[in-house]
């Protein structure tokens, strides 16, 4: 179970979209609300918060930040930038795998909180990084990772060695708990015993 927050003094239009095709998911949440999700076998999962949204009574329509394809209920990751809570649950060596990750940008602040199973490390990304964003990173709504900017190897790994930059760095200074870069899993990657519940907030 994955209880969903919103802590923002603003709306957010959460998202999920897990490995299974018949479960994207997203809702309206003003400030205070919750939204509670189910995912009893499904291995992989990602929530995020949209922002600046509009939709019709069909479920249609458009965010400034996170949009998937103007759907209400996502099918796909929304677009960059957004912060990403990820979940490979039950996933391997029968561990919960969970992170947060800016590696598609940032646009609003998040934790990930275990709630069960004697697993209590929360992690988080608190800071406003949109306030702070470089100007190079720097688009409405949000703060993009360097990687959706330049879309070179130095900054997306695509081969050969891979390394943090000073662009990485900008949100890992910020956001120690985040997986900033593609091979950041060391310290931005961890693990709860299977079965595990969580909780996501924004703005914690």
């Excluded at 999920?16 to 609300?33: C, H, Y």
Aim: aromatic letters at 10%; glycine letters at 8%.
């Amino acid at each position: 179970m994955i209880t969903v927050q919103n802590n923002c003094p603003y709306t957010v239009w959460p998202a999920a979209v897990s490995g299974k095709a018949v479960a994207g998911q997203g809702r309206r949440l003003d400030r205070g609300q919750t939204w509670t999700l189910l995912y009893p076998s499904t291995k992989l999962v990602k929530i995020w918060a949209r922002t600046n949204c509009t939709f019709d009574s069909s479920g249609k329509g458009k965010c400034l930040t996170g949009d998937c394809g103007g759907l209400l209920e996502c099918k796909e990751l929304g677009a960059a930038p957004v912060t990403v809570a990820e979940y490979g649950l039950n996933d391997f060596a029968r561990k919960d795998y969970f992170d947060i990750s800016v590696m598609h940008g940032f646009n609003v602040p998040i934790s990930l909180t275990p709630t069960s199973n004697g697993c209590n490390k929360s992690i988080r990304c608190a800071r406003d990084l949109t306030a702070e964003c470089p100007n190079v990173l720097r688009t409405p709504g949000g703060c993009h990772n360097p990687c959706t900017v330049y879309k070179t190897n130095e900054y997306c790994c695509g081969v050969g060695r891979c390394q943090p930059t000073n662009l990485s760095r900008f949100f890992k200074i910020r956001c120690k708990d985040a997986f900033t870069y593609p091979e950041d899993d060391p310290t931005s990657t961890f693990t709860c015993p299977p079965g595990t519940n969580y909780r996501v907030e924004f703005c914690p």
